[in-house]
């Protein structure tokens, strides 16, 4: 039983920069052929440029989570590009910080469309791309720590992450006949471009004084003393995309250095 991705077509949504690109790249740089799908059309080709200049396999794509026939489109590509499809990493999503009583019906439906929707639309259609193949397959979602715990001021970010891992679940247990492994990476607080906008968002609501004052303030008391790399979720996704787990299913791991502890 090994960890290897070698030779495996694997799409990673939203990597055009963020967790998703690290991910990109480490599951390249082990040997995996890669979509870089993302929504910014720029990024994931200078994302997908990057990682064939390293001598690794990758395309990019521009697609969006939220529309059905763009994600079919996506996966036919890496179909038509390498062959087949092996893993499908739903890991798009955005976030918004709202004192509760303030977030609209709008921030509700925009946050849950692609933190939600996005999610389950690339389960069922890389789903039935595994199923046509033959079965088999890996389903890695991006939930969150705010899909274990709901945080004041990203009540409706957290309801949309504890739903990737109730659609985590109920994937699991949909496709678990097909030989379908379905899980979630649940990480921290990861310095990325996404948390520059919380960290925005907490200043401008005035739920703090200073620019990374809440960005040090979540990261104050994680166990092993520091915030998330990108690339601390690497390895994870490496394991979870290979054969090392082909007996695991509707888990969604923390990877969080140590911050919730359940
Ligand atoms: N940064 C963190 O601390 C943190 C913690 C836990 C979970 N997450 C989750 O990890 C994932 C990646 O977060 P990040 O920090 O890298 O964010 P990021 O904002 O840096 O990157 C997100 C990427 O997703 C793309 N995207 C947005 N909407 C899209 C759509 N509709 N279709 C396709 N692509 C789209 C963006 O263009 C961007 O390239 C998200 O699901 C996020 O909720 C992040």
Same mark, same amino acid.
Request: charged letters at 20%.
């Given at each position: ?5 070698? *030779?495996?077509? %694997? @799409?990673? =949504?939203? +990597?055009?920069? #963020? ?10 740089? /082990? ?104 079965? *088999?397959?890996? %389903? @890695?979602? =991006?939930? +969150?720590?705010? #899909? ?10 957290? /309801? ?103």
């Amino acid at each position: 039983m090994s960890n290897s991705v070698e *030779g495996r077509s %694997i @799409i990673v =949504t939203g +990597s055009g920069r #963020g967790i998703g690109r690290s991910i990109a790249e480490g599951l390249a740089a /082990a040997g995996a052929r890669v979509v870089i799908a993302d929504i910014d059309a720029a990024t994931a080709e200078a994302t997908a440029a990057e990682i064939r200049s390293s001598g690794a396999q990758a395309i990019g794509f521009a697609a969006n989570v939220t529309d059905r026939a763009s994600t079919r489109a996506l996966i036919a590509r890496a179909v038509a590009e390498y062959g087949r499809l092996d893993a499908m990493f739903n890991n798009a999503g955005i976030a918004q910080v709202k004192p509760f009583n303030d977030i609209t019906e709008d921030d509700w439906h925009r946050v849950m469309d692609v933190n939600a929707m996005g999610v389950l639309i690339g389960t069922q259609e890389a789903s039935k791309q595994f199923i046509a193949q033959g079965g *088999g397959g890996k %389903i @890695i979602n =991006t939930a +969150s720590i705010a #899909g274990k715990q709901g945080y004041e001021p990203l009540a409706h970010y957290s /309801a949309s992450k504890f739903a990737v891992v109730a659609l985590t679940q109920a994937a699991a247990r949909a496709f678990g006949k097909h030989r379908i492994n379905v899980n979630a990476i649940c990480p921290g607080v990861v310095a990325t471009d996404m948390w520059k906008l919380i960290d925005k968002g907490f200043k401008d609501e005035g739920l703090t004084q200073r620019d990374n004052e809440a960005f040090e303030g979540f990261s104050a008391d994680i166990l092993l003393g520091r915030a998330s790399r990108p690339d601390d979720l690497v390895g994870v996704s490496i394991f979870l995309a290979s054969e090392g787990s082909d007996y695991m299913t509707g888990q969604s791991l923390l990877v969080d250095g140590g911050m919730v502890l359940i």
